[in-house]
């Protein structure tokens, strides 16, 4: 089945969109290898793809060989997996664009990993402060890229980017089932 991966620093709103995304289908299933906490956890939606959770920035407080080992297990899965058709990078939509986040994006673009980004918790900015917010990321985000990747605006409290953001999973679903 397909798998898209959701990744983002700390605090980014990636448990809240996980759980808007999940609840608002009402059919969200872990199927990870049973053990202690897991590293990387799969989500089953709709019985047609994944949503993958990886920790990705959150490992603020190990030590830096747990973290080493946690990005290489990360790298090598986001780096192998066949079937992962996109990772979604979180960005707090009040944000600049972080040099984290950046690097990262960085990465998965030197290694052919498809991705797209996700802007969090748009509720926070004042209508039309959101549009500008997008705007100044993106001229930021130019300076590296030649282009944007897809992206999507979302707020996890009101709900609000979520159907877009499913379609446009199912859109890529699709082409994948053709292909
Ligand atoms: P994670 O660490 O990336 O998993 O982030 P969480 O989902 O735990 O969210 C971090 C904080 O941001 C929490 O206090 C959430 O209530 C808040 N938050 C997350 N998403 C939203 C959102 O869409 N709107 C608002 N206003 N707050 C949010």
């Given at each position: 089945l397909p798998e898209y991966a959701f990744i983002g620093r700390s605090n980014v709103g990636k448990s809240s969109l996980i759980n808007a995304l999940t609840n608002k289908k009402g059919l969200a299933m872990t199927s990870s290898t049973p053990g202690k906490t897991q590293l990387i956890n799969h989500f089953l939606i709709n019985e047609n793809w994944y949503l993958v959770d990886l920790p990705g920035y959150g490992f603020a407080r190990v030590?830096?060989?747990?973290?080493?080992?946690?990005?290489?297990?990360?790298?090598?899965?986001?780096?192998?997996?066949?079937?992962?058709?996109?990772?979604?990078?979180?960005?707090?939509?009040?944000?600049?664009?972080?040099?984290i986040d950046l690097e990262f994006m960085q990465w998965l673009g030197e290694h052919g990993v498809p991705f797209s980004i996700i802007f969090t918790k748009a509720d926070k900015l004042k209508k039309g402060a959101d549009d500008k917010?997008?705007?100044?990321?993106?001229?930021?985000?130019?300076?590296?890229?030649?282009?944007?990747?897809?992206?999507?605006?979302t707020s996890s409290s009101k709900k609000e980017g979520l159907e877009d953001l499913l379609s446009f999973i199912h859109e890529i679903n699709q082409e994948f089932r053709q292909s």
């Open positions: 030590s830096k060989t747990e973290k080493e080992n946690f990005q290489k297990i990360i790298y090598s899965y986001l780096e192998k997996r066949e079937n992962l058709l996109c990772t979604f990078v979180l960005v707090d939509i009040r944000h600049a664009p972080q040099k917010a997008v705007e100044t990321y993106k001229e930021e985000f130019l300076k590296t890229w030649e282009e944007m990747p897809p992206y999507f605006v």
